[in-house]
């Protein structure tokens, strides 16, 4: 691997980087507002590009959502089972319930 054999002074690196120069990004109005805009994004103002009205709320609807993963037999079963333990949960509550009623 190549390594310098000195160190490169101030001066030369300076002469080096004399080209790096910082450019101002380019900037519009939008067209339907007059706010001043980056070139090539949705305007922060109005929500339009191009002349056409753009909202992230439009975009969320037209997304499809994500389709649920296949459950295996195991987990279909262990489903059942949670299911079937809180029905009969709320059954012993309301049998409780009930009886507590009736004995005032």
């Known amino acids: 691997m190549a390594v310098p054999k000195k160190r490169t002074g101030h001066s030369a690196q300076g002469h080096r980087r004399s080209n790096w120069k910082a450019t101002k990004p ?16 949705v305007c ?4 339009t590009y191009k002349g056409q009205p753009v909202s992230l709320k439009d975009r969320v609807e037209e ?6 993963k296949k459950t295996t037999k ?31």
């Open 63 to 68: 997304v499809p959502a994500k389709e649920e």
């Open 74 to 104: 195991k987990s279909a079963k262990k489903v059942e089972e949670t299911v079937v333990e809180e029905v009969k949960a709320e059954e012993t509550t309301e049998t409780v319930v009930e009886e507590e009623k009736t004995e005032e």
């Open 26 to 41: 380019e900037t519009t109005k939008c067209p339907n507002c007059g706010e001043t805009v980056l070139a090539h994004t």
């Open 44 to 47: 922060t103002a109005c929500g």
